[in-house]
Structures are given as C-alpha cells and as structure tokens.
C-alpha cells in the first residue's frame, strides 16, 4: 500500500534548502525571536496581504492569542458566546474555551461542509461576540456572507486558516486577510507544514498585533517588564527558517493538489460515493484533504485498504459528542453527527504518483455496496 501522506518525501525535495537553514540558524547562535522568525512573519504578511504576522507555537495558539488579544484590547469579556462551526477539529473549540469564553455549536453547510451563515445567524443571542469561520479540508467558507451578518451585528469575524494556505477568494484575497484576524497551523501534515509545532496569526489590526507580541512573550514588549499575563508561545528561529523555504512552494504545491482533485472529480463516478462540489472559483480550494462521503464507510474503507488505498477520517466525532465537551452532548445537530458517520479522505499530495492516483480512482469506482 502507498502511503497516505509521504511526509518524507515532500520534505526530501528541499533537503538542501532545509539544511542550509539549519546551518544558518545553528551558526547564528540565536535560537528564539531572531531574525528567521522577522524574516518570515514579514514573508508571510506579504503572502496573506495583510500588515502583521505573528509567529507562535502552533495553531491552537495562533487562535486563542487572537480571542485573548481582543479580551485586553475591550471587544471581548470573559463569558461572551463565539460561534463556530461542530464538524471542526477540536482546537477550534479549545481555543474559545481556554480563552475564557464560550463556544456556541452550529451545523455545517450541506455542499461545502464549512460553516452555514443562516446557522450562524440563527444562533446569534444577546452576548454573541465573534465567529469563527474554519475554512475546512481548504475550502475558503462564504465570508462575504459572513462578513455582512459581522457586520450587521457587531461581531468579531475570525478565519481558522489551519487548513487553508494560499486559497484566495474571486477577488484575489488569500486567506488569513478575509477576516478580522485568523490563525494558522503549520503543523507538519498542514499544506505548508513545518518541521514540529508552529503556527502564525495574521490581522490588519495594529493593536491585536501589539497585544498578541506581548501575549506570546510573557506579557511583555520590554526584557522584564510585563504589562498583562502572558504566556510562552513563541515560533523559533529553526522552524522560521525551515517555513521560509517551505513558503516558497505554496503556490506550486497547491496547483498540484488541484490537478489531483480536477482527476478525482472527472474520474471518480460511483453512485455510492458523494464527491464534494468543484468550487464556483478554483483557487478558493487548496485541498488540503479531499473528502468523499458513503453511507457504507467502514465498507469502502476496508475495500480500498484490499486494494491498496489508504484513507483516512476527519473526523469521527464531532465537538458536541467528544467527551472533553460533555456538556454539549444533548445538542441537536444532525447533520455534522451525520457527516461524522460517511466522511473519508482519499490520499492527495504533491508528488502522489499517477499510478496511485489511478488505482484510488479504479478502487473507489470498483466499490459495490
């Protein structure tokens, strides 16, 4: 069997460029908030259109930096409501929590899977504050809808970007600018995808940037002088360094993924599967998973494991049935329990060889249920 992600590979066709980083950063003899991470949150900014990128530890972090950010700057209190979306992974909840504020659950889209804006609205209450969108498996969500109900009722719009690096909107936007502010995961497995944790938020805001670079440092802008409580969540000068090489094929890569998805869709028919819908404007998707859905899962799984596929679920249950939210476990939100059952991602990579895109297609169109 092929692997589902061939995180070696992918890393192998920069090992020079990655190496020489390491060279660099080891050389230099500074190892946390140096030049590497300057240089790449400048990069970054530059990518995202936007004035600030911050580095941080990962993308759990990235998020709840965010929410704290706006907590010292007013807009936020301890308690207010944050809507987001119940088939995410779970840091998106996690992140609202650890921020002192409570996370409201709403059901997807049924086409796209991101966050439905009539949901959204529906669940709008006196101490709603914020919504987060997550742009899932890649998919930028419909924020100009979002933006308008935002705007309508006085609410903060964050962009959960772990999934989306480089999807730009009809206008050319990328994501991370669609937003008030928006976090990103460069986990290694993410569409650009670093050596270890390490995350970023990006934000046009001057002071949201200003509160998070103190947040992430202890609560201080001055060698031991700390202004708020803060925390130890800093992106280190190696992973920086690794990023910015890593940066350089954000465009390429994506190409690549689409040209694997453009297959998928052309050639993968069954009448048991459900692909998801080509996006209205292509470059709105940078597939980070392509995510088919079957009533007879587990079947299928185990019919493209004897054929040689790998797969993968994300996810398998939803924010409102995990334990870690128990108190949740009442909701009635039919639609992502229902995703959580028929959801399978099929493997798509840069470098995912012709011939193991042509056995997944004939495995998945030889599925009888």
């Given at each position: 069997m092929f692997p589902f992600l061939d995180l070696a590979a992918l890393n192998l066709r920069d090992e020079t460029a990655l190496t020489e980083a390491f060279q660099r950063v080891l050389r230099s003899g500074w190892y946390v908030l140096?030049?590497?991470?300057?240089?790449?949150?400048a990069e970054y900014a530059v990518a995202c259109g936007v004035q600030h990128a911050i580095g941080v530890g990962n993308g759990l972090d990235a998020l709840t930096l965010i929410l704290r950010g706006y907590?010292?700057?007013?807009?936020l209190v301890e308690g207010d409501e944050v809507i987001l979306p119940d088939n995410s992974f779970i840091a998106t909840a996690l992140a609202v929590s650890e921020a002192g504020l409570t996370p409201v659950l709403v059901e997807p889209d049924s086409v796209t899977f991101n966050i439905d804006s009539a949901a959204v609205e529906a669940a709008i209450g006196a101490r709603s504050k914020a919504v987060i969108a997550v742009h899932l498996y890649g998919q930028l969500a419909d924020m100009a809808s979002l933006r308008a109900l935002a705007d309508r009722y006085d609410l903060l719009l964050i962009e959960d970007a772990a999934q989306a690096h480089g999807a730009l909107d009809a206008q050319g936007r990328p994501a991370g600018s669609l937003g008030d502010a928006a976090g990103f995961s460069f986990f290694p497995v993410k569409n650009i995808g670093a050596l270890g944790d390490a995350g970023a938020l990006t934000t046009h805001d001057d002071a949201l940037a200003e509160q998070v670079r103190k947040?992430?440092?202890?609560?201080?802008?001055?060698?031991?002088?700390h202004e708020v409580q803060g925390v130890?969540?800093?992106?280190?000068?190696?992973q920086a360094a690794f990023l910015r090489v890593k940066l350089l094929r954000m465009e390429s890569d994506a190409y690549a993924r689409r040209k694997i998805a453009t297959r998928y869709l052309a050639e993968i028919c069954n009448p048991h599967l459900r692909l998801p819908q080509a996006p209205a404007v292509a470059s709105s998707h940078v597939w980070h998973q392509f995510v088919i859905r079957c009533?007879?899962?587990?079947?299928?799984?185990?019919?493209?494991e004897r054929s040689g596929v790998p797969s993968l679920i994300h996810y398998p249950i939803p924010i409102h049935k995990q334990q870690a939210y128990h108190g949740f476990a009442n909701l009635n939100l039919p639609l992502s329990s229902q995703l959580a059952g028929e959801v399978l991602s099929l493997p798509l990579y840069p470098g995912l060889a012709?011939?193991?895109?042509?056995?997944?297609i004939d495995a998945c169109n030889a599925f009888r249920a």
């Open positions: 140096g030049a590497e991470v300057s240089a790449f949150e907590i010292q700057l007013g807009r947040l992430r440092s202890y609560g201080s802008s001055r060698k031991y002088v130890n969540s800093r992106l280190d000068e190696l009533e007879q899962r587990e079947a299928l799984q185990a019919h493209l012709d011939t193991w895109i042509d056995r997944t």
